[in-house]
């Protein structure tokens, strides 16, 4: 069983809808990265949590420590928002290094 | 916030051969991280490399195949050594900022023939 699980692995949907992404993990953890990835292969960060939610726009993160289970929510879904999401987070124990989820290719058709 | 150049940041190389890869930022970090994302996966830590000091790599990666250089705070680079299809990825570079903020590169897509 991998240390990060993320569901769905693919997702298309309308332009507007509302789009939920889930991470579960199974380890000790210190951070939760939310990562989008465009087709050209570079990386972004989108969020950091450790506790509780962020809100940055149309995008929202929270996290339940508790549970070991976090959620990206894209409200009014755009044609730009297509991408690969991943989560990925920074392990507690040993050295300073991210486990990734298998990412979710989200396609949003106008 | 940080932010990094790779080069090149793309190349079509032959089996047999080797290609260094160059990651730049533009503060001074202690630890750089390399990954490799296969085709269709995720991104998979290859090792970490601190300056002045040999690279920790992660199980399935040795330093033969990929040998890391460190030389300063700014720079590193990855060589990918007597590559075979299997190597063809994109490998990327990316630091920790603080508290626990993720930069990445652009990445380096490799395709070997």
């Known amino acids: 069983k991998n240390e990060v699980e993320q569901s769905p692995q693919n997702l298309t949907a309308q332009e507007g809808e509302f789009i939920t992404i889930n991470c579960s993990y199974s380890v000790g953890i210190s951070a939760l990265h939310w990562l989008q990835q465009h087709p050209g292969g570079g990386i972004v960060s989108l969020f950091m949590?450790?506790?509780g939610k962020k809100k940055h726009g149309r995008l929202i993160a929270t996290i339940n420590i508790q549970e070991k289970h976090s959620s990206l929510h894209i409200t009014a879904s755009h044609p730009r928002d297509s991408a690969v999401y991943i989560c990925?987070?920074?392990?507690?124990?040993?050295?300073?290094?991210?486990?990734f989820g298998q990412g979710t290719r989200l396609t949003i058709n106008p | 916030s940080a932010v990094i150049s790779q080069k090149p940041s793309r190349d079509i190389c032959q089996r047999g051969t080797s290609l260094t890869i160059q990651c730049q930022v533009d503060s001074q970090v202690t630890m750089m991280f390399w990954y490799r994302q296969q085709p269709g996966q995720s991104l998979t830590l290859i090792a970490t490399a601190n300056q002045g000091s040999e690279a920790t790599y992660e199980s399935g990666f040795v330093i033969d195949k990929f040998p890391i250089s460190r030389p300063n705070l700014t720079f590193s680079t990855l060589t990918v050594s007597n590559m075979s299809p299997e190597d063809s990825s994109i490998y990327l570079c990316?630091?920790?900022?603080?508290?626990?903020?993720?930069?990445f590169g652009p990445g380096t897509r490799l395709t070997v023939t």
């Open positions: 990316s630091v920790e900022g603080a508290p626990y903020e993720q930069y």
């Open positions: 990925a987070v920074r392990i507690i124990q040993g050295a300073q290094k991210l486990v």
């Open positions: 949590l450790s506790s």
